[in-house]
């Protein structure tokens, strides 16, 4: 859940080609499933729940603008994690974007369903999403956007494979450039408050 008590800096991160890419295994009773229609509802219902959006429906607004068009992308690429029940309660897609007409991988949206987190699942998605991504788009640098107010997910990224980067024009261009500024310098000063480290 984000922490919206921290200041708010947006943070890049980036796994390197050809970077490890380590195995953490689901608990009992969990399991991997791919996007099929009608999946969107949960997408939102997890995104809302740790409160990346306001509500349910400003997140399946996002969705259906952002990611429906790409339907059969969506079928091989948005990842969740079932209960035993079938409850989808973990997220995230191997995505794209383009930057000045490079397509550069994106892994987007990662979120654990707040009653299911600390039983390591967003460590396991992140990870089996980098594995798919690689199949997909080959061994390439792959990157993702945080921010200060995930400062506990920073760690989890980092545990598979993600470092902060500084580099700034990476949504230079792409429809998803509002909002997607790389504070690096900021983000890093913080994340190294709340730890104790300054």
Avoid at 25 to 40: R, S
Avoid at 128 to 136: F, G, I, S
Avoid at 170 to 184: A, D, I, P, Q, V
């Amino acid at each position: 859940m984000l922490d919206k008590s921290v200041p708010y800096a947006g943070l890049f991160m980036r796994r390197k080609q050809g970077a490890p890419i380590p195995s953490f295994t689901l608990p009992e009773g969990f399991n991997y499933a791919f996007y099929k229609d009608g999946d969107e509802t949960s997408w939102a219902k997890i995104e809302a729940s740790v409160l990346e959006f306001d509500s349910e429906f400003a997140a399946l607004m996002f969705f259906s603008e952002n990611f429906i068009p790409y339907r059969d992308d969506l079928y091989k690429r948005c990842l969740f994690v079932e209960n035993r029940n079938g409850e989808k309660v973990a997220t995230t897609t191997a995505w794209w974007s383009y930057i000045e007409g490079e397509r550069r991988p994106w892994l987007h949206w990662v979120a654990v369903d707040t009653r299911f987190q600390g039983l390591g699942l967003g460590k396991a998605v992140i990870a089996h999403a980098t594995r798919l991504m690689t199949e997909l788009e080959g061994d390439v640098d792959i990157y993702l956007k945080t921010q200060t107010w995930s400062y506990k997910a920073v760690g989890i990224y980092m545990s598979c494979g993600y470092e902060p980067t500084n580099e700034r024009k990476l949504y230079k261009g792409s429809k998803e450039s509002s909002g997607r500024k790389n504070s690096y310098k900021k983000a890093i000063r913080i994340l190294r408050r709340l730890q104790g480290k300054e």
